[in-house]
T-cell receptor, first 111, second 113 residues
Framework: QKEVEQDPGPLSVPEGAIVSLNCTYS??????FMWYRQYSRKGPELLMY????GNKEDGRFTAQVDKSSKYISLFIRDSQPSDSATYLC???????????FGTGTRLQVFP | EPEVTQTPSHQVTQMGQEVILRCVPI?????FYWYRQILGQKVEFLVS????????KSEIFDDRFSVERPDGSNFTLKIRSTKLEDSAMYFC???????????FGDGTRLSIL
């Protein structure tokens, strides 16, 4: 079983839609969770960081963590064409400082 | 907003040659990392560096790879005896502390011919 599973998509939605992106993980030692956005030929750009179960909101983005189910989500409200990118979940276990990434979900928001 | 900068953006090297990829991390950050992303695949950890020594490395980071912080601002990745399979995007990242968010540069695209 992979440490981090993420549906690669692509996911295509109309402008204004609510987008839900998800990852599951198997390692109980993962305690820190991040979402990154990656545009083509660019580096990962940090969107959200959280370390506790529950929701964290930042503008149109909400990160949700459920440690009991080993499941994390990113919700994007009022999606825009500029949100079209690949979204990467990433996790750190408390024993190390390396990020373990999901494969990324490619999102396309059409006008 | 402070950012991680990487040079060059694209490096083309003959197989067997040595290559050095350069990074300038965010100035008050103490932890430094290199990651690799082969085209179409996920981002993979290579090495972490703190207090002038490697704190962790992956199985990808074999004895052809080395890292160095030659001065107070640069962080380099050297690959000796390059192989075709080293072709990938290499990302540098830094964080203020361990377990804190890591901030990435835009990468160096390494092409081995």
């Amino acid at each position: 079983q992979k440490e981090v599973e993420q549906d690669p998509g692509p996911l295509s939605v109309p402008e204004g839609a609510i987008v839900s992106l998800n990852c599951t993980y198997s390692n109980s030692a993962f305690q820190y969770f991040m979402w990154y956005r990656q545009y083509s030929r660019k580096g990962p750009e940090l969107l959200m960081y959280t370390y506790s179960s529950g929701n964290k909101e930042d503008g149109r983005f909400t990160a949700q963590v459920d440690k009991s189910s080993k499941y994390i989500s990113l919700f994007i409200r009022d999606s825009q064409p500029s949100d079209s990118a690949t979204y990467l979940c990433a996790m750190i276990d408390y024993n190390t400082d390396k990020l373990i990434f999901g494969t990324g979900t490619r999102l396309q928001v059409f006008p | 907003e402070p950012e991680v900068t990487q040079t060059p953006s694209h490096q083309v090297t003959q197989m067997g040659q040595e290559v050095i990829l350069r990074c300038v991390p965010i100035s008050n950050h103490l932890y430094f990392y290199w990651y690799r992303q082969i085209l179409g695949q996920k981002v993979e950890f290579l090495v972490s560096f703190y207090n002038n020594e490697i704190s962790e490395k992956s199985e990808i980071f074999d004895d052809r790879f080395s890292v160095e912080r030659p001065d107070g601002s640069n962080f380099t990745l050297k690959i000796r005896s390059t192989k075709l399979e080293d072709s990938a995007m290499y990302f540098c990242a830094s964080s203020i502390n361990s377990n804190q968010p890591q901030h990435f540069g835009d990468g160096t695209r390494l092409s081995i011919l």
